[in-house]
């Protein structure tokens, strides 16, 4: 259990960004909102003490190493996919289907990961799954909204356990000449992912006014688009030195990571908006859920792993 | 010597009870990550009758759960004996764990006259949690009639007051005839205080009572509420 230099460089950096941020925030708590009165700033210095604890338990998942990493990606499953079929339509009829999920599939899954049996983990919930869950719900004989439940609780399981264990399975890929260092690609997933959330809301307040999909995500600008994209592609591609990648490679790396974590958001936002709810939950204070949180990484970790494997990995 | 004996029989029995409620809790959590919120009401040190709807043996535990520490000691449940005093172990629970207030709901059997019971606990600075459904709801309807003992205990001590809260979700947690919770999220709404009115009878307080807890259910698109 040895720290990379590398590891440690990145923490005490998101470290010191933490501890700007919460100066920032109780500066402006002083002078604007004494009283605790003004609600973006206590919503914004909410969000800074929820980012310390993420920032922490990642942190601890990352000096745990694999054990640690499968362990907190498998605990964000299990509430990710809590809030999400909380929101459909699944009912009594589809009881089995729904313990099946949490209890077999869930785990299962991140052993599948934990074994690194890429041939099974791949599949494992697009094909299999996905053909064994309507059976156990058809053996109740309960046919209404069928096709919405059995496609409800499919989705759960995509985004929810699929998608989001391809951070920790960015574990398992075996790229020459960067062996021991994997732990650092989630790190620049994730840490791209979440400063390009963090940027476009940054750049949203400061010069927002077109709306990009204002039935969607109202609060979703332009601006705030095309500054977080762009900022996060420029951060991405400085980080470039705790990765396999050179600058431009990383750079358009984390272009793509960031594309597709605004889209993740916009589509969960897009189911929020149809089940009327602001947020998937209130577990973490200032952001919601913990969908509201991942919901940019669950698209772009995929797609990520993919690339990767693809381009970095040789097989 | 017998009496040092019965010390600890009563400090293992405690401090069982006192794991046993915490194992239980953070199951609860784990399960249901419930969320309480007060809605035109706020948490008060007052005795006060919350009164909520009732659809799983877990309802109880959610409203400890989110009632803030310091309330939830003095906060007993009024369940029925008829089911809690039926082994050793769900006496265990019902007495030792969650200090309920126990009446017997079968009018042929029973001795003690429930409004008495609970009138006495009140008397001795307990708030009660109350289901005036009378037992659990296990029907597609989202809350049965009321039965009057809300309405005698409320008429009997005025001064206290009466807190609607709806427990949501925890009846799809765990349907009827399921043994295996499935995860939802659940949460508890705290609404504003009700109290008797000077002429009202018991039925119009009744189903004032019960539009006041329905008023509580949060709305959902395209879900069964």
Redesign the interface.
Known sequence: MTIHPDLLQLLVGVGAILVVASAVGYVLQRRFSPDGANQAIENLNDRIRAWWVMATLLAIAFIGGRTGVILLFGFCS??A???F????????AD?WS??TA??VVLPYQYYLIWIDWYGLYAIFIPVYVFLLLPIVSALRGEAENYLVRIAELQWALMIAVFCASHVPALLNLKIPGYEGRNVLLIAFLIVVVQLSDVLQYVWGKLIGKRKIAPRLSPSKTVEGFAGGILSATAVGAGLWWMTPFTVWQAGLLAFLIAILGFFGGLVMSAIKR????KDW???IAGHG?FIDRLDSVVFSAPIFFHVVRYWWTGS | MSTTRANDAGMARRTAAGAFAFVVTLFARFVT?V?GTWVGNEPSRRRRIYFANHASHGDFILIWIVLPPRLRRKTRPVAGSDYWLKSPLKRFIGRDVFNAVLIDRNRETRTGDPIAIMQDAVDRGASLILFPEGTRNETEEPLLPFKAGLYHLARSRPQIELVPVWID?LN?VM??G?F?P????CSVTFGPALQVADAEGADAFLDRARSALLALRP??????A
């Open positions: 299990f509430a996919l809590r809030e079929l909380t929101l459909t339509n699944v009912r009594r009881h729904l313990v949490f209890f149809d089940r009327g709810v939950g209130h577990v859920g | 990550a969320h979700n799809r349907p009827k399921e295996i499935v995860p939802l999220m709305t959902r698109n395209g879900s069964p």
